[in-house]
């Protein structure tokens, strides 16, 4: 895998940023630094400079904006406002994927109008993190000519904002889904099915994550499968999702090939469930994402 050093490629990313209060089946447990643009920004800066566009409250610990500030390129458009951060709670099950949610606070999440700065709205790389499709809506309707779009959503939205998540798909280049969205989405239960389903919908690159089986690509005239790495402890499965995406998105403005970057996601999200919170992708190196994606191609192509 051949990474080229940021290009002058940025990526800008919308999502959450939230603190997390986090229980393992181990019995840590703990308050973190959270939210779907936190993970992805810390992923993808390891190709690509990341634009973060979000909002937090005036209670953001100092020690968030310091994680910002080291991994994002640009926080012109991260909004600091008088009140809460949006705050959310999950007990993790015995089998470390299920959890419970213990509370969700929106906090100044409620309130949150995406506004983008001059030199944001001209950002050619675009991911739409895992937040209301109007708020996607309202960030698609900012930028002014992007060259890549690539979207993220969940079974709420599916559930209670099909139709303007549809006016999402319909403008935007790539979607991420696990199978179960993927199948909520289209009825399908296979996710090579499901995901040509979706790309008649608008997106002309559906990616199905399916956690330790790895992901899909899927195209209207090809299908690509690459394997997960085989982690040996589980910490932490929270933001392996958007780590994945950081890593997809952020290579594939870095120059990577959509194979490559299938792979790199799936190198990054690893290190993201190695540690607690944020922990796992804080050290993390290019060269330790290299040899992971290395052995990840090796054991695509044995299977």
Known sequence: MTVLK????????????????LEMPDGQKGEVIGGSATYFTLAACKFSP???????????????????????????DLQVLEGKTFQWGGRY???WENRTTLFTELGVFERFQPRLSSANKKIKN???ANIQPTLQLDVLNQIEDPDMVVCDTMNLWIDIARESLEGVLERVDVLLVNDSESHLLTGE???????????????????????????????????IRVGAYHVKIVKDPTGAGDSFAGGFVGGLAS?????????????????????????????V???????RSQMIKE???MS
Not at 52 to 70: E, N, Q, T, W, Y
Not at 192 to 203: D, L, Q, R, S, Y
């Open 255 to 283: 120059g990577l090939s959509m194979v490559e970057a299938l792979v790199a996601g799936s190198s990054v999200a690893s290190f993201c469930v190695e540690g607690f919170g944020t922990e796992g992708l804080e050290g």
């Open 50 to 76: 990341v634009h973060v566009v979000g909002i937090v409250g005036s209670d953001f610990p100092k020690r968030g904006m310091a994680l910002f500030r080291k991994h994002a390129a640009n926080l012109d």
């Open 93 to 95: 099950h015995e089998d």
């Open 189 to 223: 239960t296979d996710p090579v099915t499901a995901a040509k389903e979706i790309i008649n919908m608008g997106p002309e690159t559906v990616v199905v994550k399916l956690g330790k089986q790895g992901a899909i690509l899927v195209t209207a005239s090809n299908v």
């Open 126 to 128: 675009v991911f739409l």
């Open 285 to 291: 190196t290019m060269n330790s994402i290299k040899h």
């Open 6 to 21: 940021h290009q002058n490629k940025p990526v800008l990313v919308v999502g959450s940023i939230a603190l997390d209060w």
């Open 299 to 301: 054991w695509s192509l």
